[in-house]
Structure formats: structure tokens, C-alpha cells
């Protein structure tokens, strides 16, 4: 599975972005896909998840209400909502795949336990 991010951009604060995570290989819907961010100076943080079959979704809390992950098997692509954004939210984005040997539930917020990472997106907040 190679995965392609993208959306990324320049927004003012309050603005929108739609980030995608296009994926290729096979047995696409068998991965769960997590989206992270890293600013600089900062740790890479978990961002939010979605798991194979798209019914279950997951978010760190700081971007509940304002973010939305959702995917569509068909287009092997995971899309990212980002409205109502912050300076804060300043960062590169990056998306990764697992293929959950186990609960993907319980890793879906861990970095290092994805198979497959994909290139990261800068997006940009300004006030």
C-alpha cells in the first residue's frame, strides 16, 4: 500500500480545509487510516481514525466538532474536514494504514503501530 497526501494549503483562522489520503495497492478497506500531525518543535499527535469499513471513527479531543474523518472504498481515498480552523492546527499532516492484526480500536492512536505511512502535508493557519 503507498499512500499520497494532499489538501494542504495556506488558511486564515476560522477557514476550511478538506485534506485526502490516496491509497494504492489491494484490499484497501482491510486498513484502518489514521491522520496525524506534527508541528514544529513538537511531538507527532494523533489526529483522527477511521477503521477499514468506515463505521467507526476516531478523534483526539481537540478537534471533535471541528474535524471529520470519512473515506470512500471505491476511490481508495481518506478525506480529512477540517473547518473552523485554528493557529494552532499550524502542522504537517501525515496519513498511515494498518492492517489491524489486532483490535484496531485499541492502536488507532499510536504511531508506530501502523504498516504503511504516507508523506506529510503542511497545513498552515494564519490569525
Known amino acids: 500500500v503507498q499512500l499520497q497526501a494532499s489538501g494542504g494549503g495556506l488558511v486564515q483562522a476560522g477557514g476550511s480545509l478538506r485534506l485526502s489520503c490516496a491509497a494504492s495497492?489491494?484490499?484497501?478497506?482491510?486498513?484502518?487510516v489514521g491522520w496525524f500531525r506534527q508541528a514544529p518543535g513538537k511531538e507527532r499527535e494523533f489526529v483522527a481514525a477511521?477503521?477499514?469499513?468506515?463505521?467507526?471513527?476516531y478523534y483526539a479531543d481537540f478537534v471533535k466538532g471541528r474535524f471529520t474523518i470519512s473515506r470512500d472504498n471505491a476511490k481508495n481515498t481518506v478525506s480529512l474536514q477540517m473547518n473552523s480552523l485554528k493557529p494552532e492546527d499550524t502542522a504537517v499532516y501525515y496519513c498511515?494504514?494498518?492492517?489491524?492484526?489486532?483490535?484496531?480500536?485499541?492502536?488507532?492512536?499510536?504511531?508506530?503501530?501502523?504498516?504503511?505511512y504516507g508523506q506529510g502535508t503542511q497545513v498552515t493557519v494564519s490569525s
Open positions: 498511515a494504514a494498518d492492517f489491524p492484526y489486532s483490535d484496531f480500536s485499541l492502536q488507532y492512536a499510536h504511531w508506530g503501530r501502523y504498516d504503511y
Open positions: 477511521v477503521s477499514g469499513s468506515g463505521d467507526r471513527t
Open positions: 495497492g489491494h484490499s484497501f478497506r482491510l486498513y484502518g
